[in-house]
């Protein structure tokens, strides 16, 4: 009898294979595993193998994709015998494999699925030395180890791993049960040299041991905290227990009950707002303090408490004492003034005699917006008004806001909801009466968060505030007691139902005489105190005061004023205090005198001075806007900013017939710029017989200085038609002549707005006639003296006395 041969595993292995994709993982020799195939393509490559001899390579994919070629593969591989396959619903199939040997792709037979390579099988390189049987016992023990601290790793797996021989098959194990990444498999999926394989294995070993290490001591952590709050929750309950036994209060939670509910009582709320806070009080005895919800019905509950719920007492309102309290804060503002001791006497005539119908405790709410340039005082008049009165005063800025939960708060289903600032500010002051600032309110903006002004449609209705509702307490509360001061620069973007609950007083800007005085009893003494010296070391006469205004803060405010003291301030005091330093180095035996003696040093602030401490002034007297040649006039403008001076220049150039129209005018001024061109040919044609031939050859170029600045408003239109007549004669306008008007195409003068601000520009441009539409001269009473002082105002109907004035025959 012969003996049988043993037939070696890589001449039962086919030169060719069909290849399937790994998504996941690349899978090792010497591996019983199954395996879930669902795309179609590999499916057939499943049922062709199973027909066959039952062999497949498993290469894993490079980068993953739907259709597979040869080229998304990595170049080694598994060779696998299909054991036992399972047709699955969904088309799919469930497939159990054996895998034999790794191989590497040599020649690709067909790129695309099913995809075929002819492969050529890798031998292990196997080194029987003392250190492959060092490292197998290494892998075995520290496997041992993870084994024993990992559920996951059950115990068939450890006992596999015990009974494999081979040191190559032992490392190919082990690196298919840890949680490697599967580039990192791939890898030692290529190594052949035995050593070198385990070698790599053990270094993924020692970093899973590391991370099995870390785990376990975030685990113990997470146990004594757990534990540790065990305990102090029986404690706590033993506590509670032992003090409710002996009759105290058992938490903190009862005491604050209690609170709220005094409270509560006090304020004898009646219908809705009784059975809300009695339900939320019932709710929070029942709560367990550790519950999210606590929380939320705690801060609840503590906004209603500390609301000012209860009607202020009678007021001793004296008109006198306000008017002197206003007087003494605010130069001018004799609108504003006036207002607010007529509201005192309103106030103090319902308290005292109410009328028909009315208790006298009824609703007296007001509301004033101030609407002015910077720095004319609108925000400090919100002071004085709380001062005059008597009352808390609140502000917010709502410049910039986007969301009306700003206004009205935040539902109380949100985490993190609030109040809106109107109930935050009562819950601040603990006043049912206070005076709200609510500054730049023209600067709101609009989102998909919603519209604040929509939002305060509601808060500044005396109609509706007085049972006003804020989102987050959702119950009526009386807000018609405030007295509610808003400030803008302007009513242009503020919406015209906001404007209609409002009454309008506008703060036209200062001419330089106010500024004087203002910086006399306001500016220059606050200033000084700012800055660390006295009044007796610095003395300034009326003459360095208006050079100051004049030369170097011509706005329409006096902000700038301001910082320019603070200026001049700060030098003088680096001045003494150097001065004080060098006195007591040359005399250190009396140090301290010599120093003080150089403090009492005093200053007399003159013209020199000034330049000397500010520089050159920023606006010099030749900057006065001036018409001094053919084609120019000085028309006056309104701004945001207050009124200003306006210049108009036009001249002519040889050329094609035509008008350019530059300085960067809105729709409004080009089309008040054509009329003005229209009237002026004509007029020069019949008037001064300028012949049709002159226009025909000549273009006319109308500009209006400060380019960079948007213009609009038909404002301008007298003064743009004066400016292109002057040009056609060859003429000069009068000198110290501004106007304002706007101009028709039949030759009217029609009314214009904001003739205050106008007349304080033309004062400070030193203008010393004004034509004005003789519409406005209703307006004139509404100026005061003191800005109407040196200025002849010219009513006009018609653009021909306009000619007769400014272009006289």
């Known amino acids: 009898m012969s003996e049988q041969s043993v037939v070696p595993i890589d001449q039962l292995l086919p030169n060719k294979l069909a290849l399937v994709a790994l998504m996941g993982r690349p899978i090792f020799p010497g591996i019983f595993t199954p395996i879930m195939i669902g795309n179609p393509a590999d499916v057939k490559v499943i049922d062709d193998a199973v027909a066959g001899d039952g062999l497949i390579g498993l290469v894993m994919l490079q980068n993953e994709t739907d259709n597979p070629g040869i080229k998304d593969l990595y170049k080694v591989g598994t060779a696998a015998k299909i054991v036992k396959k399972i047709n699955l619903p969904d ?8 895998t034999l040997k790794r191989f590497k792709v040599k020649k ?12 050529a099988y890798m031998e292990d390189e196997e080194d029987d030395t003392n250190e492959v049987k060092a490292l197998t016992r290494a892998l075995i023990s520290e496997m041992k180890q993870i084994s024993e601290n990992n559920p996951l790793f059950s115990e068939e797996m450890r006992l596999n791993m015990i009974n494999i021989d081979h040191p190559g098959k032992i490392a190919d194990f082990i690196a298919s049960i840890l949680n490697i990444d599967k580039v990192e498999q791939q890898k030692i999926l290529e190594i052949t040299n035995v050593r070198k394989r385990m070698e790599q294995v053990l270094v993924f070993i020692k970093k899973e041991q590391e991370l099995l290490r870390i785990q376990k001591k975030i685990q113990k ?3 004594e905290k757990i534990e540790k709050s065990q305990r102090e929750y029986f404690l706590k309950e033993e506590l509670k227990a032992i003090k409710t036994e002996l009759g105290m209060a058992t938490d903190a939670k009862s005491s604050e009950y209690q609170r709220f509910k005094d409270k509560a009582e006090e304020f004898k709320f009646e219908g809705e707002i009784k059975e809300a806070v009695d339900q939320e009080l019932e709710k929070f005895s029942l709560m367990d303090p550790n519950s999210s919800e606590f929380i939320v019905t ?40 006036s207002r607010i001791v007529e509201y005192l006497a309103v106030r103090k005539l319902r308290q005292s005699s109410p009328g028909k119908g009315q208790s006298g405790k009824g609703p007296t709410s007001s509301i004033i917006c101030l609407v002015g340039p910077p720095g004319v005082g609108k925000t400090s008049v919100g002071r004085s008004i709380a001062r005059a009165l008597g009352k808390q005063f609140f502000r917010f800025s709502v410049g910039g806001m986007r969301d009306e939960a700003e206004i009205k708060g935040h539902r109380r289903t949100y985490i993190g909801a609030m109040p809106g600032k109107i109930l935050q500010g009562l819950k601040i002051v603990k006043s049912k009466d206070p005076v709200f600032m ?6 709101m903006g609009v989102s998909y968060q919603g519209d604040p002004a929509s939002a305060l449609l509601e808060v500044l209705d005396p109609e509706q505030n007085s049972s006003f509702r804020d989102h987050y307490l959702d119950l009526p509360f009386d807000i018609s007691r405030i007295f509610f001061v808003v400030t803008a620069n302007t009513l242009d973007t503020i919406p015209a139902p906001l404007i209609d609950r409002m009454e309008i007083i506008q703060l036209p800007g200062y001419i330089d005489t106010e500024k004087l005085e203002i ?12 800055n660390g010296l006295k009044k007796s070391q610095v003395t300034y006469n009326r003459d360095s005061l208006l050079y100051i205004a004049n030369g170097y803060a011509r706005e329409a405010g006096v902000r700038n004023f301001e910082k320019n003291l603070d200026k001049i301030h700060r030098k003088l005091a680096k001045q003494l205090v150097e001065a004080g330093e060098e006195a007591a180095r040359h005399a250190v035996a009396a140090s301290e005198a010599a120093f003080a003696s150089k403090l ?27 018409a001094d040649r053919p084609g120019m006039s000085v028309g006056l403008a309104w701004t945001s900013m207050g009124g200003d001076t306006l210049v108009i220049e036009a001249i002519s150039v040889p050329g094609k017939e035509g008008l350019t129209l530059t300085g960067k005018m809105g729709d ?19 008037r001064y017989s300028v012949p049709g031939e002159w226009f025909e050859k000549n273009h006319i170029h109308l500009h209006i200085p400060e380019g960079a600045t948007p213009k609009d408003g038909p404002s301008a239109g007298i003064t743009m038609a004066t400016a292109l007549l002057s040009l056609i004669r060859n003429k000069t306008i009068v000198g110290e002549l501004v106007m304002t008007g706007e101009l028709s195409l039949t030759g009217k003068v029609l009314p214009i707005g904001g003739l205050k601000e106008k007349t304080i520009a033309a004062q400070r441009n030193k203008a010393r006639h004004i034509i004005i539409p003789k519409q406005n001269l209703r307006d004139l009473d509404e100026i005061p003296d003191h800005v109407k002082k040196g200025i002849t105002f010219h009513p006009v109907e018609r653009f021909d006395e306009v000619l007769a004035l400014a272009l006289p025959d």
């Open 108 to 119: 690709t037979l067909n790129e695309t699925n099913p995809i075929v390579a002819a492969v």
């Open 221 to 223: 952590e997470i146990n």
């Open 438 to 443: 609510i500054d730049e309110i023209d600067k």
């Open 668 to 686: 409004t001024m080009k089309e008040s710029a054509t009329i003005a061109m229209n009237l002026a040919r004509k007029l020069g044609a019949e």
């Open 600 to 626: 009492v040093e005093k200053f007399l602030i003159n013209k020199k001075i000034i330049e000397t401490h500010l520089g050159k002034p920023i606006f010099p007297e030749e900057l006065t806007k001036k």
């Open 298 to 337: 705690r801060n609840y509950l503590d906004v209603i408490v500390n609301l000012p719920w209860k009607d202020p007492e009678p007021e001793h309102l004296d008109l006198s004492k306000a008017q002197a309290i206003l007087e003494e804060d605010h130069y001018g503002l004799k609108d504003v003034k």
């Open 91 to 98: 088309g799919g199939v469930n497939i159990f494999i054996s």
């Open 519 to 530: 910086a006399k009893r306001y500016l220059v003494p606050k200033s000084l105190g700012k």
